[in-house]
């Protein structure tokens, strides 16, 4: 099993940094990919970011420049620093994990619970 806790949500000025923590609890799992998901009410959850097992990183465009994911392997751990907020990054935050468990060779996604970020004006 894959559970995972998210951190590091709140209330920012506009411009200001937040940085998001997702660390994941496993048993019998190998983690794949690690990603930022970001969900407004009435819109669907949309991709924010993407990290690799291998270290390979995607950013959706309108994050570029802003956005850095990373993980720390050895805590099961991604992380989202995120700068020049603005107020339309205002979203619940979530992330997901792939993971491969060990034992069967099956690979499962599995969703944090989400954490509100919250840009003003």
């Known amino acids: 099993q894959v559970q995972l806790v998210e951190s590091g949500g709140g209330l920012v000025q506009a411009g200001g940094s937040l940085r998001l923590s997702c660390a994941a609890s496993?048993?019998?799992?190998?983690?794949?990919?690690m990603e930022w998901h970001r969900q407004t009410p009435g819109k669907q959850r949309e991709l924010v970011a993407t990290?690799?097992?291998?270290?390979?990183?995607n950013y959706r465009a309108s994050v570029k420049g802003r956005f850095t994911i990373s993980r720390d392997n050895a805590k099961n751990t991604v992380y989202l620093q995120m700068n020049s907020l603005k107020p339309e990054d205002t979203a619940v935050y979530y992330c997901?994990?792939?993971?491969?468990?060990?034992?069967?060779?099956?690979?499962?996604?599995?969703w944090g619970q989400g954490t509100q970020v919250t840009v003003s004006s």
């Open positions: 990290v690799t097992n291998g270290g390979s990183t």
């Open positions: 997901r994990v792939t993971a491969t468990q060990i034992s069967s060779t099956r690979t499962f996604q599995y």
């Open positions: 496993v048993s019998d799992f190998s983690i794949n990919s």
